[in-house]
């Protein structure tokens, strides 16, 4: 443009001079005028552009003000939504199921036990931390979230050094419009302490607190169980009554702690001669139950006969020598009765019979044992009031 000025300014003066035909002198001056024209064109043109300048100058520079300051405020959010993100308890995720991209909060390191370095992509293989009892749950959850549905789970990690730890994780799957599952948000929080607490209490509830083995509650629920399997699989099992004679007078000798240690030890060797799916319980004071599952006459004798060998060995308690043996009791389902209080009244009798001709032996129930009335409270009335009485005393300690 200022080309094009200049040369229409050297055209009108030009034509000017060859029409008034001055001299060279003036047409000298009138030179100097057109110049003087163009630069004051050009400095006012100049001048135009400086302030269009300066005001998108002014305007560019009051956008980036702006800018930073969403910026910062951005900025600010984002740690303020971090903050927040890593003060919930456990550990937040979201999978991007397209890119395979996973955002997670810093506690999953945390649950895990590894450092991920924000390289964590999807799939994420949970087996290389599972626990391999739960990997069943963990491929049901899977396909449950990848169906559409929300779910949860619990299960086992195992970290290094085999620590075990104890999570529960849920997850929520996002539906885009074209109904497929876009994104996968997620929780996991570390339950280690919470299943520690429920396990100790059910220890406390159906664990004997000397021997540790199943108490009377934990049996009255097993042979319930027994009872079902047998009648559905039309298979017998045993349930053997098991007394020990000569523990009182190891108490009254030796003292009550020594009569503690012995009862420890006689749980140890009567499982010993149990097989690993026999149940034993101690019921109380000196007396113990087995079930025996799917088992013959004939192999309950072959175990009876390994019990009495095995506790009539000498015991060696605080340097002091202490003998003891055992009566022992047995009623097979169906035959010696079809429901547990019939089974165990029967077994109940056996065991009397036993310790009152002879002890240091077993004895099978039969019909001419019907009219045994053991010389204390019935052995079904006293199983119901321990029940009860447990229940009860559980129930008080929960609330």
Same mark, same amino acid.
Request: with cysteine; net charge negative; proline share 3%.
């Given at each position: 443009?200022?080309?094009?000025?200049?040369?229409?300014?050297?055209?009108?003066?030009?034509?000017?001079?060859? *029409?008034?035909?001055?001299?060279?002198?003036?047409?000298?001056?009138?030179?100097?005028?057109?110049?003087?024209?163009?630069?004051?064109?050009?400095?006012?043109?100049?001048?135009?552009?400086?302030?269009?300048?300066?005001?998108?100058?002014?305007?560019?520079?009051?956008?980036?003000?702006?800018?930073?300051?969403?910026?910062?405020?951005?900025?600010?959010?984002?740690?303020?939504?971090?903050?927040?993100?890593?003060?919930?308890?456990?550990?937040?995720?979201?999978?991007?199921?397209?890119?395979?991209?996973?955002?997670?909060?810093?506690?999953?390191?945390?649950?895990?036990?590894?450092?991920?370095?924000?390289?964590?992509?999807?799939?994420?293989?949970?087996?290389?931390?599972?626990?391999?009892?739960?990997?069943?749950?963990?491929? #049901?959850?899977?396909?449950?979230?990848?169906?559409?549905?929300?779910? @949860?789970?619990?299960?086992?990690?195992?970290?290094?050094?085999?620590? *075990?730890?104890?999570? $529960?994780?849920?997850?929520?799957?996002?539906?885009?419009?074209?109904?497929?599952?876009?994104?996968?948000?997620?929780?996991?929080?570390?339950?280690? #302490?919470? @299943?520690?607490?429920?396990?100790?209490?059910?220890?406390?509830?159906?664990?004997?607190?000397?021997?540790?083995?199943?108490?009377?509650?934990?049996?009255?629920?097993?042979?319930?169980?027994?009872?079902?399997?047998?009648?559905?699989?039309?298979?017998?099992?045993?349930?053997?009554?098991?007394?020990?004679?000569?523990?009182?007078? $190891?108490?009254?000798?030796?003292?009550?702690?020594?009569?503690?240690?012995?009862?420890?030890? $006689?749980?140890?060797?009567?499982?010993?001669?149990?097989?690993?799916?026999?149940?034993?319980?101690?019921?109380?004071?000196?007396?113990?139950? *087995?079930?025996?599952?799917?088992?013959?006459?004939?192999?309950?004798?072959?175990?009876? #006969?390994?019990?009495?060998?095995?506790?009539?060995?000498?015991?060696?308690?605080?340097?002091?020598?202490?003998?003891?043996?055992?009566?022992?009791?047995?009623?097979?389902?169906?035959?010696?009765?079809?429901?547990?209080?019939?089974?165990?009244?029967?077994?109940?009798?056996?065991?009397?019979?036993?310790?009152?001709?002879?002890?240091?032996?077993?004895?099978?129930?039969?019909? #001419?044992?019907?009219?045994?009335?053991?010389?204390?409270?019935?052995?079904?009335?006293?199983?119901?009031?321990?029940?009860?009485?447990?229940?009860?005393?559980?129930?008080?300690?929960?609330?």
């Amino acid at each position: 443009m200022n080309n094009n000025i200049r040369f229409l300014t050297v055209i009108i003066i030009s034509t000017l001079m060859a *029409v008034l035909n001055l001299t060279f002198l003036e047409q000298k001056r009138i030179v100097w005028i057109g110049i003087i024209i163009v630069f004051l064109i050009l400095l006012w043109k100049m001048r135009s552009l400086t302030i269009e300048l300066n005001k998108q100058s002014l305007i560019l520079e009051e956008s980036l003000k702006k800018s930073e300051k969403r910026e910062k405020e951005l900025s600010n959010s984002i740690k303020d939504y971090e903050s927040l993100l890593h003060s919930l308890e456990g550990a937040i995720y979201s999978v991007d199921i397209q890119n395979g991209q996973i955002i997670f909060s810093k506690d999953l390191e945390k649950i895990f036990g590894k450092t991920f370095n924000n390289d964590l992509k999807y799939p994420f293989h949970y087996k290389q931390f599972v626990h391999p009892e739960d990997y069943a749950k963990i491929s #049901d959850f899977e396909q449950n979230v990848l169906r559409g549905n929300p779910s @949860k789970v619990e299960y086992q990690i195992i970290q290094e050094e085999n620590k *075990v730890k104890w999570v $529960v994780q849920k997850a929520i799957p996002i539906i885009d419009k074209n109904s497929t599952i876009s994104k996968i948000n997620g929780h996991l929080i570390d339950i280690t #302490d919470r @299943k520690t607490l429920e396990l100790s209490l059910k220890q406390m509830a159906y664990n004997d607190d000397l021997t540790d083995l199943p108490n009377r509650k934990a049996l009255d629920r097993h042979i319930e169980k027994t009872l079902a399997r047998s009648k559905r699989h039309d298979h017998c099992f045993g349930i053997m009554f098991i007394d020990l004679d000569g523990f009182k007078n $190891v108490n009254d000798t030796l003292g009550h702690d020594a009569g503690d240690q012995l009862l420890i030890e $006689v749980a140890s060797r009567l499982q010993d001669n149990l097989r690993e799916e026999d149940v034993i319980s101690r019921i109380g004071g000196d007396e113990f139950i *087995v079930i025996v599952e799917e088992s013959s006459k004939n192999e309950l004798e072959n175990i009876a #006969d390994r019990i009495i060998q095995s506790t009539s060995l000498p015991y060696f308690i605080n340097e002091s020598e202490a003998q003891i043996s055992v009566s022992i009791g047995i009623s097979l389902y169906p035959n010696d009765g079809e429901t547990k209080e019939i089974l165990l009244e029967n077994a109940d009798k056996a065991m009397y019979y036993a310790k009152n001709n002879g002890k240091n032996r077993f004895k099978f129930y039969i019909p #001419d044992l019907m009219n045994i009335d053991p010389p204390k409270e019935g052995f079904i009335e006293k199983w119901r009031n321990t029940l009860q009485n447990s229940l009860f005393k559980f129930d008080k300690k929960g609330k």
